[in-house]
């Protein structure tokens, strides 16, 4: 039987907004004529009670019906009889002469009499300090395109109120980064935790409503000290609260698009979103939500003294070129580590590459979508230097500013090699940007030599600048011939050894 809103839905879709019966049908998943029938139905007066005449039959074995369904109350459902099974024995065993359906009408109906209606649900009263977990997903413009990106959402249900975060998966590290984001900002931790069995989380679901939790989840649990709660398998239903809250974030915050460069920067707008939207009353208790919330956090457990580091270690083989699989992608290491067994630490945004020792070989920002290498050159650059006319067919070079490349064009073999050799020093603990500056500083008076642009580097970060150019007087400097740079003289130099 519907409920009240189901058919206040029907007719509004039906007969204001002109939606077909059978959409609507496949909407709801209700059959096509029940739709049609709410919808055109006219005459809601409340129906006259129709007078049945006692059926004799069945009153004869009513009693011994109703003997079967208390007996079979105190078994296992698999173990009661059917309406069917008690209709062969009313024939065989008392000779009864009715129909199976009076049988079965009366059994559906006593057994709902007598409590055994499995579909109800019960109430629940949602009490301050307990949330509810899950993900959602929606658009969001990146670099010109559109992609679909999860967005975790934790929600109160006591005061209707809400936080989310948006990650580039929905994968361990970025649930229990997600969870932890929002620990540290509401500054407490809630009581008890409701959520799906979403893997991140449950390894395994084992019987009588049994979970066997992933090693990273438990040690969160732990860390945090709260209580987590599973719903039953296919009932979403039992964390209604957040499963609401999911769509209500997508309509009013994420959609249409949002464009982005930065996704830290645009979880930080976040929060003012989801505070901001508390001030409204709550749809039952007409309190504000803000007053609501403050009940909320007050029943929240106090945050542990250090934060959870929400990573994992897994140990792996770097193949002949130095890549070690992460996910099915590939992150380089070192030369010195191929074929070497090394550790990978891995977080929602980073992985580091270290040796056995625990000790960093090189950081990579985690990769997502389409992409499915990550290439840092660094630690290959003194390789490179041993054969620096290779360089123009690595990708290196194509990833090189252009005053770079210009720069190693320009240069003879060994210039090559030192040049190599210093980028290999000053990308260990800095970015290309001051190494960049570095060489259009160094440049201004013409190709510079390795030492000078690794002079001016340091004046760089070490803040004392470029010093003043020195003042010569004319006339006191002989003039030099111009010299001409290049690997075109050596080819000179050999012509005239060989006319000599």
């Known amino acids: 039987m519907l409920t009240v809103t189901d058919v206040n839905y029907i007719r509004q879709e039906v007969n204001l907004k002109g939606r077909s019966y059978s959409e609507v049908a496949k909407q709801m998943g209700i059959d096509f004529r029940t739709i049609k029938k709410y919808a055109d139905q006219e005459d809601w007066n409340e ?19 109703d003997q079967w369904l208390l007996e079979d109350s105190k078994k296992k459902k698999k173990f009661q009889r059917t309406a069917k099974r008690m209709f062969d ?49 929606a658009p969001f413009i990146h670099n010109g395109k559109v992609i679909d990106l999860p967005y975790l959402v934790l929600s109160f249900p006591y005061s209707n109120t809400f936080y989310f975060q948006v990650f580039r998966s929905q994968n361990r590290e970025c649930f229990l980064e997600g969870l932890k984001r929002i620990f540290h900002y509401i500054g407490g931790v809630p009581k008890a935790i409701r959520f799906d069995n979403l893997t991140p989380a449950v390894k395994k679901i084992l019987p009588h409503g049994e979970r066997v939790l992933t090693d990273e989840f438990q040690r969160f649990v732990f860390h945090y000290g709260f209580s987590p709660e599973f719903c039953n398998p296919a009932s ?21 698009e ?27 208790k007409e309190e504000y939500l ?48 191929a074929k070497s067994k090394v550790w990978a630490k891995v977080s929602y945004n980073r992985i580091d590459i270290m040796t056995l020792e625990k000790e960093l070989i090189i950081s990579h920002v985690r990769i997502y979508g389409e992409k499915k ?54 990308l260990k603990e800095h970015d290309f940007s001051v190494a960049t500056e570095a060489l259009s500083l160094a440049s201004e008076h013409g190709h510079p030599s390795v030492d000078s642009i690794k002079q001016v580097f340091y004046q760089l970060i070490n803040g004392r600048g470029v010093r003043k150019e020195i003042e010569i007087r004319k006339g006191s400097v002989p003039a030099m011939p111009a010299i001409i740079r290049g690997a075109g003289n050596y080819d000179q130099l050999f012509d005239k050894g060989g006319a000599s």
């Open 290 to 337: 803000t007053a609501l919330y403050e009940e909320d956090k007050k029943a929240l457990f106090q945050l542990p003294e250090k934060a959870f580091e929400c990573v994992r270690l897994e140990s792996g083989k770097a193949d002949k070129y130095g890549y070690l699989k992460v996910d099915n992608r590939l992150y380089s290491t070192s030369p010195r580590f």
């Open 258 to 284: 949002l464009p982005f460069s930065d996704l830290e920067s645009l979880n930080r707008t976040f929060w003012q979103l989801a505070e901001e939207d508390r001030d409204r009353k709550h749809y039952v």
């Open 236 to 256: 979403g239903n039992e964390k209604g609260h957040v499963e609401a809250m999911v769509k209500y974030v997508r309509n009013n915050f994420l959609l249409p």
């Open 47 to 65: 129906p006259k009670q129709i007078q049945r005449r006692k059926a004799r039959v069945m009153e004869a074995v009513k009693p011994v019906l």
């Open 89 to 137: 024995q009313l024939q065989k065993e008392h000779n009864f002469q009715g129909s199976y359906r009076s049988v079965r009408d009366y059994v559906s109906r006593r057994k709902k009499e007598l409590g055994e209606t499995a579909e109800a649900a019960l109430p629940l009263e949602a009490k301050p300090g307990i949330a509810q977990v899950d993900f959602g997903e």
């Open 373 to 426: 290498k990550s290439m840092e050159w660094q630690p290959y650059l003194n390789l490179m230097a041993k054969r620096p006319m290779a360089i123009k067919y690595t990708s290196f070079y194509e990833q090189l500013p252009q005053n770079w490349q210009q720069y190693l064009e320009d240069c003879t073999v060994p210039e090559k090699q030192q040049a190599l050799r210093l980028l290999s020093v000053l």
